[in-house]
């Protein structure tokens, strides 16, 4: 019923124009036949308009790896959600966890930045996911009740279906962790169980949510078959065509 989608956070690893083609022109032919899977391929800004340039005629769609909130003005370093769109890019990953960390992003900022992009037209990817220590503590529940509480704050129903929620524990992002398929799945259905419960169960069925966090070919399959987890946001697996196909063809396996 939900559409599987797989997105590749390229975070500041591959950023020139260049071998950002290179990349994308292995990967277009490998995912040419796959219809039943959303790929998504996010490089930095810099690589963007190349990127939005080589899969036009594919079936990856490209995304930006953040925005800000508003449209123009002084905001020296920031980018606006139409500039995004007037070069064709259709996605944005929003408070991704270093953008949390590293940028001090509060939940607050990244539902300010997740009602413009949706008030824009741009499909947003937004991150949740809690800390080591904080699951260590039997706190996941509580925190990443607050973080939906906060993130997806005042979002119609609508929006709230168009907004693909990433679930990532920070502590299985770039560590080579990953959860287990059932501590992943128990998440996910609590995030569903809280969606269905701040709107109703038809939305709540209708919510993407993704996994991510040391997505590999070989853990692909597992995760990607339990029912409440509609794909992944992939990042180191996703810098080299081959494995992310790896990856979209496990997302593709499950809806079959
Ligand atoms: P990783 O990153 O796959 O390298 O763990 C995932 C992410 O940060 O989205």
Known sequence: MRKPIV???????????????EMLKKLIPLVKKITAVDII?????TALISAVDIVKKSNIKIGAQNMY???????????????????GVEYVILGHCERRNIFKES????????KKALS????PIACIGEHLEEREAGKTKEIIQNQIDKTFKDLTKEEMIKTVIAYEPIWAIGTGKTATPEQAEEIHIFIREMVASKYDKATADLVRIQYGGSIKPTNANELFEKENIDGGLVGGASLQAD???EIVKAADETTK
């Not at 590749?8 to 124009?17: D, E, F, Q, S, T």
């Not at 939940?107 to 997740?114: A, F, M, R, T, W």
């Open 69 to 87: 909130f508003e449209e123009k003005g002084a905001f020296t370093g920031e980018v606006s959600p139409n500039f995004l769109k007037a070069i």
């Open 41 to 45: 391929i996010a490089p930095p800004f």
């Open 107 to 114: 939940d607050e900022l990244v539902n300010k930045k997740l």
């Open 243 to 245: 494995s992310l196909f």
């Open 120 to 123: 824009r037209n741009l499909n």
């Open 7 to 21: 997105g590749g956070n390229w975070k500041m690893n591959r950023g020139i124009p260049v071998e950002t083609k």
